[in-house]
């Protein structure tokens, strides 16, 4: 008995460092858990499309310096763009940044853009982990933590989350990280 106690209680502890969720304990006591939010037809359907890999939902939020950018702005001037959802708070996403900035790196050149999507609430957090991590890409967020507009489009329930689009349009790969992210990045820039 003690055993699976013991089973169960680090399997807890591998599912909470793997992901950042709203019914996660929080990462910080200053983040808020989100609460269960009721999703209107429109998001429904965007949810639907983008599970189905219909194509990308675009969506609009305010940059780092406020001004308003657009999704479909950034896939129509890139081979791929990749929308990383992450958050300031969330040890997770912090420990997946430095291979989320070497794809950066390796494939900018190629064609890569990447979105990075903040779920904080503090835009002091935000914009300071974007320096700290080296994120040296457009940053969106609309300050909504788990409410975000943009996370509610794809459906996101946990963090780090992504979507990788190709110039066309089509969802080409979601949630890679590490050596996955690069191999597929690899693989569709040639």
């Known amino acids: 008995m003690k055993k699976a106690t013991f089973l169960v209680g680090i399997a807890a502890i591998a599912l909470t460092l793997t992901s950042c969720c709203p019914k996660c304990k929080k990462a910080d006591n200053n983040q808020q858990t989100a609460t269960e939010q009721t999703t209107d037809s429109a998001t429904e359907k965007a949810t639907e499309q983008a599970a189905n890999n219909a194509g990308y939902i675009d969506f609009e939020l305010p940059g780092a310096d406020g001004k308003m950018l ?46 990075g999507v903040s ?11 974007v320096k700290e991590l080296n994120m040296n890409w457009p940053q969106m967020s609309d300050l909504k933590g788990w409410n975000s507009k943009a996370a509610q489009l794809y459906h996101i329930q946990g963090i780090p989350a992504s979507v990788l689009i190709n110039q066309n349009g089509e969802i080409v790969g979601q949630d890679l990280r590490g050596e996955d992210l690069h191999n597929r990045l690899a693989e569709l820039l040639k």
Request: net charge negative.
């Open 70 to 115: 657009r999704l479909s702005d950034i896939v129509s001037k890139n081979k791929m763009t990749m929308v990383d959802f992450w958050a300031s708070w969330c040890g997770p996403c912090r420990a997946e940044m430095p291979h989320v900035v070497k794809a950066y790196n390796d494939f900018h050149s190629k064609g890569l853009e990447i979105v």
């Open 119 to 129: 779920l904080d609430e503090r835009k002091d957090d935000w914009l300071n982990a």
